[in-house]
């Protein structure tokens, strides 16, 4: 049944570039962001009331990490996410998410200084390789010489948002001392969620609500709701049953789902070089995680 619950969950954060797309190109990013942690803050307090009987009153230094959480991987995250769904394809932004291991692994390198030994270059060396061939689109000798063909706005924000990722991912290290996963979680969010609603605040009166379909907010609302809530809890439960390296290896299947669903829902090609791209950059990832 884990195993299910793990695979499932991938399924589900592969059908969020689906979502997150749909969202994208009808609502501002800031906008999308606000609704969709406005649902998973709703039902983060419901599920950490049911479970843990509420929410821990947070030291200073809690204080300042959970907040340093909800900037990074709610506000940032999420603000570079749909502004590049905006831009680029779903199936693409797929793959460049898969980098965020390798994000992560450097950034720990270089800011934690935790050392990195030869296979875990060799892994980040591979994943690399498969970055640049899915980012030039097979062809990195022609992006040379015009990097604007390969690289653009939407590009741009999909490496942002890796790097968000890896930054919430080691401030997490820290604020998950002494608070629970759904503790932390929750008052990440919440963070995210005021930084969201205040930026956003411009947004909002420009909004036609009244010209937005079906399709909108039952995205959105996945978004949030299983997108944020359902699979946080699946995977956290996979985490405590086999542990963080054996969960992990889980990540690889986003990719693949995203790039699947984003061409059986929204008919977009499966080019060679995302093929080869991605299979090198799980490749990469796989090895650097084991």
């Not at 204080?63 to 779903?90: H, P, Q």
């Not at 995977?235 to 669903?261: C, D, H, I, M, Q």
Request: net charge positive; hydrophobic share 55%; aromatic share 10%.
């Amino acid at each position: 049944m884990i195993y299910l619950k793990l695979i499932a969950c991938t399924l589900i954060w592969g059908g969020t570039f689906i979502a997150g797309h749909i969202v994208s190109n009808a609502l501002p990013p800031l906008t999308a962001a606000s609704i969709r942690f406005s649902i998973a803050a709703v039902l983060l307090l419901l599920l950490a009331w049911k479970r843990e009987g509420g929410l821990p009153k947070l030291s200073l230094q809690q204080l300042g990490a959970t907040a340093a959480l909800g900037l990074t991987g709610i506000f940032l995250y999420n603000f570079c996410f749909f502004s590049a769904l905006g831009k680029m394809e779903a199936s693409r932004s797929a793959l460049f998410i898969a980098m965020n291991p390798i994000v992560t692994a450097l950034a720990a390198a270089a800011v934690l200084r935790e050392r990195l030994n030869w296979q875990k270059w060799a892994g980040i060396g591979i994943a690399f390789i498969g970055a640049t061939v899915l980012i030039t689109r097979g062809e990195p000798m022609a992006a040379l010489h015009d990097i604007s063909q390969s690289i653009g706005v939407g590009e741009l924000m999909m490496l942002g948002a890796a790097s968000c990722w890896a930054a919430y991912t080691l401030v997490g290290r820290a604020a998950l001392k002494g608070l629970s996963p759904i503790a932390a979680t929750t008052y990440a969010s919440l963070w995210g969620l005021g930084f969201l609603l205040i930026t956003a605040s411009r947004e909002l009166p420009n909004v036609g609500w009244a010209s937005l379909g079906w399709q909108v907010w039952a995205s959105v609302t996945y978004l949030g709701a299983f997108g944020t809530v359902v699979a946080f809890v699946w995977w956290y439960e996979g985490v405590k049953a086999l542990g963080p390296a054996r969960t992990a290896v889980f990540n690889n299947l986003v990719p693949v789902f995203g790039v699947s669903l984003a061409a059986l829902m929204l008919g977009e090609q499966v080019m060679a070089s995302m093929i080869a791209g991605g299979l090198l950059v799980a490749t990469g990832v796989t090895i650097t995680n084991r």
